[in-house]
């Protein structure tokens, strides 16, 4: 089976500028998160998706961020406007109704700010 | 509230000698444990995880943790090292009263020749 799918795998913008980033879960898996990994720091949870609707959002760190996930399918990360702070690594990850299975996770996307 | 220490940031071995990567947690419940590999410029993968079934967890690569309630650890072990271990290795913690997982920093294996 095809896994979680990120891209783009790099994205450099300037300061103020708007990113999209995509997530491709395995298919049929109704949980979706996204983490992110700032330099130097730990990986942190953002939020999670259970189909379309945002179960837990509580990481996200401003309204600058706004997580979709429309048809329950792929889910988009918009970050507008960007500042040098969101630059780091930003993970997916899926897994089935019962996590106890595992999470999945992507290859990330690296987001530079400059 | 849960939380994950990672004892060593970088840990430093030779090919073919054992490996010990320290995890400790913290959980207000029952916890689910894994282990996750990341290699240079590739995904999380992951290597084990533990759901309170057997205390002693063996996963891919010859690798294997021990779950140990009184000491709240996991530690990952390897018998013998190899080069292609060489990467950043992650202990997370899933509290069973939700689906977020905590991380811990991370420790960097590396594996001289």
């Known amino acids: 089976e095809a896994g979680v799918t990120q891209f783009p795998s790099h994205s450099v913008i300037e300061k103020g500028q708007t990113v999209t980033l995509r997530c491709d879960p395995i298919?049929?898996?109704?949980?979706l998160y996204w983490y992110r990994r700032v330099m130097g720091k730990e990986i942190k949870f953002l939020l999670h998706f259970v189909k379309e609707s945002k179960q837990d959002e509580s990481g996200m760190p401003n309204n600058r961020f706004l997580a979709e996930r429309t048809g329950g399918t792929y889910s988009t990360l918009k970050v507008q406007p960007a500042e040098l702070e969101d630059s780091g690594v930003y993970f997916c990850?899926?897994?089935?109704?019962?996590?106890?299975?595992?999470?999945?996770f992507g290859s990330g996307t690296r987001l530079t700010v400059v | 509230a849960q939380s994950v220490t990672q004892l060593d940031s970088h840990v430093s071995v030779s090919e073919g000698t054992p490996v010990l990567l320290r995890c400790n947690y913290s959980?207000?419940?029952?916890?689910?444990l894994f282990w996750y590999v990341q290699h240079p410029n590739k995904g999380l993968q992951l290597l084990l995880k533990y759901t309170s079934a057997a205390t002693l967890v063996k996963g891919i690569n010859g690798f294997e943790a021990e779950f140990k309630k009184s000491e709240t650890s996991f530690h990952l072990t390897k018998p013998s090292a190899h080069m292609s271990d060489a990467a950043e290795y992650f202990c997370?913690?899933?509290?069973?009263?939700?689906?977020?997982?905590?991380f811990g920093g991370g420790t960097r294996l590396m594996v001289k020749p």
């Open positions: 997370v913690v899933r509290s069973n009263a939700g689906n977020m997982l905590t």
């Open positions: 959980s207000s419940y029952s916890p689910s």
């Open positions: 990850a899926s897994s089935q109704v019962n996590s106890n299975y595992g999470y999945t």
């Open positions: 298919s049929g898996h109704d949980n």
